[in-house]
C-alpha cells in the first residue's frame, strides 16, 4: 500500500468523525483531492481505492494528464479550484465538471457563452474574498448577493454554492462561518471551504466540498510559471 493509499484513509476517517460530530451525514461531504503537480504515478492508487473527485489549479496542466485518465475512470469529478482566465474558459467548461472560481463578472460571462456553445452544464462556485485581500481573487461579502443576482437572472447560470480561501494569517473559522452566513442568505447549499490544515472545522461549519492536497500526496514538487 502507498503512502498517498494510507493518506486518503486517514482522511475519510477524519471526514467521518468531523461529521458525525457536527450531526451530520459523512455522505454530505466530497473530498476534493488536490492533484495539482502531480501525476498518474501518484493519482493513480489513489483512483483505485475509490477516490473519485479530484481538483487541480491549472487548465493547462489538467488538459495535459486528465483526458487519458478520464477515459479508464469514466466516473472521475474534475474541480477546477484555481484561478480561470477568459482565453481557457472554453477549454476548462470542456474537460471540468466544477468550477469553483466563478470570480468577476467577465469570467461569468465567458462560462455561460462557452456552456452555451458546449451545452455541458459544469457545477459552478462562486469564489468569496472573505478577508477582502487585494492580491487575492474572489467577490467581496458585501457584493456577493449582486453578484450572484447578475449571475442568476442575467447570465441564466445555475450557481451551486460559494468558496474561500482564508487569509493564512486569521482563524478560519471566521470565514468558514462568514461563507457559511452568505449562502444562507442566498440560498445556496454548496460550500466550498476547507484544506488539508482546517477541513475538520469546515465540515463542522458545513463545508460540503473540502480540497484536500498535501494531506494525501505529501509536499508538492515546485513547477514552473
Not at 27 to 32: D, E, M, N, P, S
Not at 57 to 76: M, S
Not at 111 to 117: L, R, T
Amino acid at each position: 500500500m502507498t503512502d498517498s493509499v494510507e493518506a486518503l484513509r486517514d482522511i475519510r476517517s477524519r471526514i467521518e468523525l468531523a461529521a458525525k460530530g457536527a450531526g451530520r451525514d459523512p455522505q454530505t461531504v466530497t473530498l476534493v483531492a488536490v492533484s495539482k503537480t502531480y501525476g498518474e504515478e501518484a493519482i493513480v492508487p489513489v483512483i483505485e481505492n475509490g477516490q473519485r473527485a479530484f481538483g487541480e489549479n491549472r487548465v493547462q496542466e489538467a488538459k495535459a494528464k486528465w483526458p487519458g485518465l478520464k477515459a479508464r475512470f469514466p466516473a472521475l469529478e474534475l474541480h477546477l479550484i484555481g484561478p480561470l482566465q477568459s482565453n481557457n474558459t472554453a477549454e476548462a467548461v470542456e474537460l471540468f465538471d466544477a468550477i469553483h472560481t466563478v470570480d468577476r463578472p467577465k469570467i461569468a460571462k465567458a462560462i455561460a457563452d462557452e456552456m452555451a456553445k458546449q451545452g455541458k452544464r459544469p457545477k459552478l462556485f462562486v469564489q468569496v474574498n472573505t478577508g477582502e485581500e487585494e492580491q487575492k481573487a474572489g467577490v467581496a461579502p458585501r457584493e456577493t448577493a449582486a453578484f450572484l443576482h447578475h449571475c442568476r437572472d442575467e447570465l441564466k447560470l445555475e450557481i451551486s454554492g460559494l468558496m474561500c480561501i482564508p487569509p493564512v494569517d486569521e482563524e478560519a473559522a471566521l470565514h468558514f462561518g462568514l461563507l457559511a452566513t452568505l449562502a444562507r442568505e442566498n440560498g445556496l447549499t454548496g460550500l466550498s471551504m476547507g484544506m488539508s490544515d482546517d477541513f475538520e472545522t469546515a465540515i463542522a461549519l458545513g463545508a460540503t466540498h473540502i480540497r484536500v492536497g498535501s494531506a494525501i500526496f505529501g509536499a508538492r514538487k515546485p513547477v514552473g510559471p
